[in-house]
């Protein structure tokens, strides 16, 4: 009953299917005119794309004097990335930056990241139709092509005879286009030691950031360091640029659109050999391989990608016209530190050196160093002359001190003290600060002429004499030990006023074995102009002690070494 009453129900008030149309006979002639259309909802009958995928897996290598980029069509990213200008750390061959290892498990470059993980590897895996395969030369293009019941990915790439790459991508995902951001997501190919890996970050720039240098000066690039990264995290824009970097090479994503960028930054778990020398050395140690994708948080990503060395002059060529604060190009990808305003000025000195003077690396820090040390030599001689001042004058304050020794701090008569000491440093013309002064001032030069030979990629796989590699550690620690003795020597010869006998033996010791052992695995390029810092020092001031202010310091402390024996 319930049946028969609702059928008449149904044929009013609810839409019935369309009848088939009739068909057509063989010899019927066509009509010209065409019928009238019938509208359908689109939405409930969406159009299915055409397919389109390759039946088999394909090589494009696009080349020009920089680089040599082997792109394959499963996934359509690349496989080899490499630098013709720049050695393997072998240095038996062009560097390939594709990090082989951790690409094989975690992504290859210009691979797309997305939110799903199963559309993620799907993109990565499936086979796209190029729009030519075999040997390219930049200026070049190529578009990669894919398509099947479900998403619809196109990805184009536009190379000319820089660093700079153009990159277009789009990803439409059950009718909707979906955010899926070109990454670089495994780190670089001249990551073998775990430090190489523990020196690596992602830097990108904000125009609007508010943080601070040393709390004052605006800093408007940031730089995450591999322990404050978090894996498959979304930092969102605006960026002017951003991306994974180690301590010479980087990729850089240069969004068209900063206020649409989103910055995905990518941090997984892989093994590499204790010893990079052996790279099948059974012993591995844990470390985090980093990397980046950048796209459009809205949909389709329009850019540019800078590959390549952290060279001045090549990052300083890409100009970024949406920088409104700080540099409009990519140095700041270089960090020169704290005292950037000195140690960058200090390593186009030392290029100069290199240039024009001599053209060898090893031989260009020894000249700069020279330069430098002697130019200190004058705060050297005015920090030893207020030792001396201080030194003359140690009675008396020793003196004064004893007649207010019995008051507590608490005590306003402790006020009369300083009150007497002060008007005695007037008297005597003493700045009790004279001996801290020139060390405060060198100490700015000496820390950023070590962030400056840490990070100038111009000395990896430099030679000089025996050394192979001013940026690797020397082969034979000759200058580690060398920089341990002249440091000993130094201390043995140098007066130190002011300080116990009994301390300054300890001292003696414990200064140079400690910096020996923080430098016995640094750079032999700092080690060097340590080493050499040290010779030149012990020659000042082995003369500075045969002057008459040199004889009346030391006599002054053998005086008083003689009282504190008895």
Aim: some cysteine; charged content about 20%; glycine content about 6%.
């Amino acid at each position: 009953m319930v049946l028969i009453i609702f059928q008449p129900l149904l044929k009013k008030y609810f839409p019935q299917p369309a009848a088939p149309p009739p068909k057509q006979s063989a010899v019927e002639p066509a009509s010209t005119t065409a019928p009238a259309a019938t509208p359908v909802s689109t939405a409930s009958t969406p159009a299915t794309p055409a397919s389109k995928q390759a039946a088999s897996e394909a090589e494009t290598v696009i080349e020009n004097d920089l680089y040599k980029i082997t792109f394959t069509n499963r996934g359509a990213q690349v496989k080899s990335w490499i630098l013709k200008k720049f050695d393997n750390d072998a240095q038996n061959g062009p560097l390939d930056l594709v990090n082989a290892s951790a690409s094989q498990k975690y992504g290859y470059p210009l691979s797309l990241w997305t939110y799903d993980e199963a559309l993620r590897n799907k993109l990565s895996s499936v086979l796209y139709v190029p729009s030519q395969d075999g040997r390219l030369s930049s200026p070049a293009s190529i578009t990669f092509e894919y398509a099947d019941a479900d998403v619809v990915v196109r990805k184009t790439f536009h190379f000319d005879r820089t660093y700079v790459l153009s990159v277009e991508t789009s990803v439409v995902y059950k009718g909707a286009e979906i955010f899926a951001a070109p990454a670089w997501p495994a780190g670089f190919g001249d990551q073998l030691s775990a430090a190489s890996y523990a020196a690596a970050r992602i830097d990108y720039h904000n125009d609007a950031s508010s943080e601070r240098t040393a709390l004052v000066f605006p800093s408007f690039i940031s730089r995450l360091a591999v322990k404050n990264i978090s894996g498959g995290s979304t930092i969102r824009g605006p960026f002017e640029w951003a991306g994974p970097g180690d301590q010479y090479f980087t990729a850089i994503f240069i969004p068209d659109d900063p206020a649409t960028a989103g910055l995905i930054t990518l941090r997984n778990p892989i093994q590499v050999p204790r010893d990079p020398q052996k790279p099948n050395d059974p012993e591995k140690v844990n470390v985090d391989v980093t990397g980046a994708a950048v796209g459009n948080l809205r949909g389709a990503t329009i850019g540019r990608l800078f590959v390549g060395p952290k060279e001045l002059a090549a990052l300083e060529a890409v100009k970024v016209p949406a920088i409104a604060n700080g540099d409009p190009d990519l140095r700041g990808t270089v960090d020169f530190g704290w005292w950037g305003l000195i140690s960058r000025p200090l390593f186009l000195w030392l290029q100069w050196t290199y240039k024009h003077v001599v053209p060898n690396w090893g031989w260009a820090i020894v000249i700069q160093t020279l330069i430098i040390t002697i130019a200190l030599l004058p705060l050297r001689i005015t920090q030893m002359k207020s030792m001396l001042k201080m030194q003359r004058i140690a009675p008396q304050i020793k003196s004064i001190q004893e007649k207010y020794k019995k008051y507590t701090l608490r005590d306003p008569r402790k006020a009369q003290m300083n009150e007497e000491v002060a008007a005695l440093y007037k008297k005597e013309g003493v700045n009790p600060a004279g001996g801290c002064l020139p060390l405060l001032i060198q100490f700015p030069f000496l820390i950023a002429y070590y962030r400056m030979l840490g990070i100038a990629l111009d000395l990896r796989h430099a030679h000089w004499l025996w050394i192979s590699d001013l940026s690797a550690r020397d082969p034979y620690f000759v200058l580690p030990i060398l920089m341990v003795a002249s440091m000993f020597l130094m201390q043995r010869i140098t007066p130190q006023a002011g300080m116990d006998p009994a301390q300054q033996r300890m001292m003696n010791w414990m200064m140079p074995l400690m910096m020996g052992f923080l430098f016995f695995n640094f750079a032999a390029g700092l080690n060097l102009y340590y080493a050499e810092t040290n010779l030149i020092s012990m020659a000042q001031q082995a003369i500075m002690n045969r002057t008459t202010l040199g004889r009346e310091m030391r006599e002054m402390l053998e005086k008083r070494a003689r009282k504190k024996d008895k």
